[in-house]
């Protein structure tokens, strides 16, 4: 795995991260429980700020997937909100499940087919041209291996929460991966790379490589020995 760390970052959207930067809601070290999170440190799930940002992207799922495939204009303008480091000629088909989506880039013209499942309490980037297939689900969360740092932890106020971490995830460009991919938080996956169906991603993958298993890993590189012989019946530019 990757260190756990938001080098993934673009510009744009650590300008976003740090917007508004006074108005976070910060622990006794000066630091919001956000910025604990996105370095990839333990951090309380249930902040205010947090849950309330959760909250909001969640609605935005449940928006988006109340509409038709024909609500093209409703649709743009919900990813627009959810999705605000997306690339042009992307597409997503829902449902969708999303936990923060602003600490999400998709590149562009990324295809997601259905029930796509990101939860980006890390940074997860997605490169160009890259396809999903059906129940794809990219996880960044990480919970503690011990019980004892895993469990439910009542707060001197009465209210609970528990203490978790991420790791950052990165898709390359042309990247597919195909039906059921679950990809773990740490991993990053080369260019040009496939991922086949069922697969549980839990180390990197280098890049131009065919992947598969549970846990996944490399069979072969993709090569010139893999081109098709392309139809030319639909004129391109």
């Not at 609500?71 to 999303?98: K, M, N, W, Y």
């Not at 087919?113 to 960044?140: E, I, Q, R, S, Y």
């Not at 598969?212 to 004129?235: H, K, L, Q, W």
Request: charge should be negative; proline fraction near 5%; hydrophobic fraction near 35%.
């Amino acid at each position: 795995m990757t260190d756990h760390v938001t080098n993934n970052l673009t510009d744009n959207q650590t300008d976003h991260f740090e917007r508004d930067q006074t108005a976070h809601e910060r622990t006794a070290g000066g630091h919001a429980e956000r910025d604990h999170m996105l370095a990839g440190e333990l951090y309380n799930a249930a902040d205010p700020e947090l849950a309330r940002l959760r909250e909001h992207a969640h609605r935005l799922c449940v928006d988006f997937n109340r509409t038709h495939e024909s609500d093209t204009v409703q649709r743009a303008a919900i990813l627009t909100e959810l999705l605000p480091h997306c690339g042009e000629g992307s597409d997503v088909a829902g449902l969708i499940f999303f936990d923060y989506g602003e600490f999400t880039t998709f590149g562009d013209h990324v295809y997601a087919n259905f029930n796509l499942t990101v939860l980006d309490v890390c940074p997860v980037t997605v490169g160009n041209h890259v396809m999903f297939g059906p129940n794809v689900t990219l996880a960044t969360p990480i919970h503690p291996m011990r019980w004892q740092d895993r469990n439910v932890r009542k707060a001197a106020d009465g209210s609970t929460f528990d203490y978790e971490y991420g790791a950052p995830i990165t898709i390359g460009d042309n990247c597919w991966l195909a039906s059921g991919v679950t990809v773990a938080g740490g991993v990053t996956i080369g260019a040009g790379s496939v991922i086949g169906a069922g697969s549980v991603v839990t180390r990197d993958i280098p890049p131009n490589s065919f992947a598969a298993g549970v846990p996944c890993r490399v069979i072969r590189g993709i090569d010139e020995g893999d081109a098709m012989d392309m139809p030319t019946r639909v004129p391109e530019v």
